[in-house]
């Protein structure tokens, strides 16, 4: 079992940038594929990013392609998401999530078998 504990969250106006980290209990954190999603008031929780075991392919929604970024640092056993031009439609508790069982967890949120907290994000128009 791993415990995932994310940071970086925070209000920021239209346009700018942030850092989400996503701390793991685990020293082997290459053999996690892992993903970000995201969850506002009164919607279903939306895939943002994943990547796979080892960090060799990544995945984005439509929505944050060529805006949002992940990665991970195995040595820190931390993955991160930054998140660039940010817009209100960012809004939203970001969630990390890690899948134990398959090279590349996807989009489906099913997949993941562990999750943070999350931390939350708003962007101001």
């Known amino acids: 079992q791993v415990q995932l504990a994310e940071s970086g969250g925070g209000l920021v106006q239209a346009g700018g940038s942030l850092r989400l980290s996503c701390a793991a209990s685990?020293?082997?954190?290459?053999?996690?594929?892992m993903g970000w999603f995201r969850q506002a008031p009164g919607t279903e929780r939306e895939f943002v990013a994943g990547v796979s075991r080892g960090g060799g392919t990544s995945q984005y929604s439509s929505s944050v392609t060529g805006r949002f970024t992940i990665s991970t640092d195995n040595a820190k056993a931390t993955v991160y998401l930054l998140m660039n031009n940010l817009v209100p439609a960012d809004t939203a508790v970001y969630y990390c999530?890690?899948?134990?069982?398959?090279?590349?967890?996807?989009?489906?949120?099913?997949?993941?078998?562990?999750w943070g907290q999350g931390t939350q994000v708003t962007v101001s128009s």
């Open positions: 999530a890690a899948d134990p069982r398959r090279y590349f967890g996807g989009s489906d949120y099913t997949n993941y078998a562990y």
């Open positions: 685990t020293r082997t954190l290459g053999n996690y594929a």
